[in-house]
């Protein structure tokens, strides 16, 4: 069987970890860090190595990646993702067999889909995005590359998300509303018209609350 290797090791990096061997069977065989930023050698049993390292033991001929870096720095999971497949290594799906995806839906690469998704026809999802239990994605919808979800989303049909927004908990995107690039979505927020690029969302309905740097891009504290 082909090398499993995570980027990351962080309780994110910890739980995909989980999901890759206990749904899909899939050891892993090191958890993989930027050079200089390891700060422990074994994390969950598995070892912890540097990237440098990490293209000297492994070729992409052998090995499949997954990049789990969650939201604290949205323009990071872009750059490892592109660090990562410019090397040649491939990025699978983690989609949990728990999770509900219509065949006629479309999924990238490097996507982690959690137990309790609901995926609906037509629907066409980009690369490197993590979808959190328990949300709906509803028939038609659209969503880029790079995002968060948490638990609990719901996207109207016919919704469009762009890339490297965050998401939060329990918050509803109305059919046919376009989000674009770069916004956060606070928790429980009703969307019910497009959003702009670099704005932050809070409210029944969403109220802009602010705008967010466009040196530093989505930042989750």
């Not at 690469?109 to 239990?133: A, D, M, Q, Y």
Request: aromatic share 10%; proline share 4%; net charge neutral.
């Amino acid at each position: 069987m082909r090398n499993l290797v995570i980027f990351g090791a962080t309780e994110l990096a910890g739980m995909v970890r989980y999901y890759a061997t206990e749904e899909h069977g899939r050891e892993v065989t090191a958890f993989v860090v930027d050079e200089g930023y390891r700060t422990q050698e074994w994390f969950h049993g598995v070892p912890v190595i540097e990237w440098p390292e990490m293209q000297a033991r492994f070729t992409p001929a052998d090995t499949d990646c997954f990049i789990a870096l969650g939201y604290r720095v949205m323009r990071r999971r872009r750059m490892v993702y592109e660090q990562v497949t410019k090397a040649g290594y491939h990025c699978i799906n983690l989609v949990s067999p728990a999770s509900y995806v219509a065949k006629s839906a479309r999924l990238g690469e490097s996507n982690l889909v959690f137990p309790g998704v609901v995926i609906e026809p037509g629907v066409r999802i980009g690369t490197n995005n993590i979808i959190w239990s328990n949300t709906t994605i509803c028939h038609d919808t659209v969503i880029g590359n790079h995002n968060f979800i948490a638990a609990n989303v719901t996207f109207g049909g016919h919704a469009r998300l762009g890339d490297a927004n965050f998401i939060g908990f329990s918050s509803t995107i109305l059919q046919h509303i376009v989000i674009g690039n770069e916004a956060l979505i606070g928790a429980q927020t009703l969307v019910r018209e497009p959003t702009r690029d670099l704005h932050r969302y809070w409210g029944v309905p969403a109220r802009e609350a602010g705008v967010i740097d466009a040196a530093k891009g989505v930042c989750v504290d």
